[in-house]
């Protein structure tokens, strides 16, 4: 069954270093998201991606954000210099035309 | 209001009961609804996805949507210790571009055997 695939499944690093979150989303499925989930709270929006460009974003996803799809088969998150209160799950999506969001497994940031 | 409230529980039952999870919403721009089940520290599987109001069933699972009320359920038949992880309801506005979910903050059940 194809799945959204998310490396690393956790990463560590020091406040102030940028981090690259990696996906590989299910291959025929255009549109593509990045969300988050703090430590015993709702899963959030952070950004969604279509057509090689951002569709929207939310408040979270300020300029020290940016996403990518480098490839063909590729979607990052990079966090350019990341804070304490960026420490989270984060979980890539794709969703088909229907509107079915499938998600990975998440990446856990730690940030120290 | 918060746009999406659900009562993150816990909820305990015995194995073979039968479960009720809700959900309810303000926005009315709300037009697609989903069920998710999400174990522990993975990311949410999706288990139901509907569109208009009315029931939608799937095995031991039937998702229930009132958009008069601003209301929607998820009942699990004959629930079974495997059941047991948080659920997640989530909601979206529209399609085209972006289907942008809001999530409940989610109920964890616990099945007993």
């Known amino acids: 069954e194809p799945e959204v695939t998310q490396t690393p499944s956790h990463q560590v690093t020091q406040m102030g270093q940028e981090v690259i979150l990696r996906c590989v989303p299910i291959?025929?499925?255009?549109?593509f998201y990045w969300y988050r989930q703090i430590l015993g709270q709702k899963v959030e929006f952070l950004v969604s991606?279509?057509?090689?460009?951002?569709?929207?974003k939310s408040e979270i996803f300020d300029d020290q954000f940016s996403v990518e799809r480098p490839d063909g088969s590729n979607f990052t998150l990079k966090i350019r210099s990341t804070k304490l209160e960026d420490s989270a799950m984060y979980f890539c999506?794709?969703?088909?035309?229907?509107?079915?969001?499938?998600f990975g497994s998440g990446t856990q940031l730690s940030v120290l | 209001q918060k746009e999406v409230e659900q009562d993150p529980g816990p909820l305990s039952v015995p194995e073979g009961a039968i479960v009720s999870l809700n959900c309810t919403y303000s926005?009315?721009?709300?037009?697609?609804f989903m069920w998710y089940r999400q174990y522990s520290r993975k990311g949410p599987e999706l288990l139901m996805y509907?569109?208009?109001?009315g029931n939608k069933e799937d095995g031991r699972f039937t998702a229930q949507v009132d958009k008069s009320s601003k209301y929607i359920s998820l009942f699990i038949r004959d629930s079974q210790p495997s059941d047991s992880a948080t659920y997640l309801c989530?909601?979206?506005?529209?399609?085209?571009?972006?289907?942008?979910?809001?999530f409940g903050k989610g109920t964890l059940l616990t099945v007993n055997p």
């Open positions: 999506a794709s969703s088909d035309r229907l509107g079915q969001l499938f």
């Open positions: 291959s025929n499925h255009l549109y």
């Open positions: 991606f279509y057509n090689n460009e951002i569709s929207e």
């Open positions: 926005n009315s721009a709300f037009q697609y």
């Open positions: 509907t569109y208009s109001s």
């Open positions: 989530a909601m979206s506005r529209s399609g085209g571009s972006n289907y942008k979910l809001t």
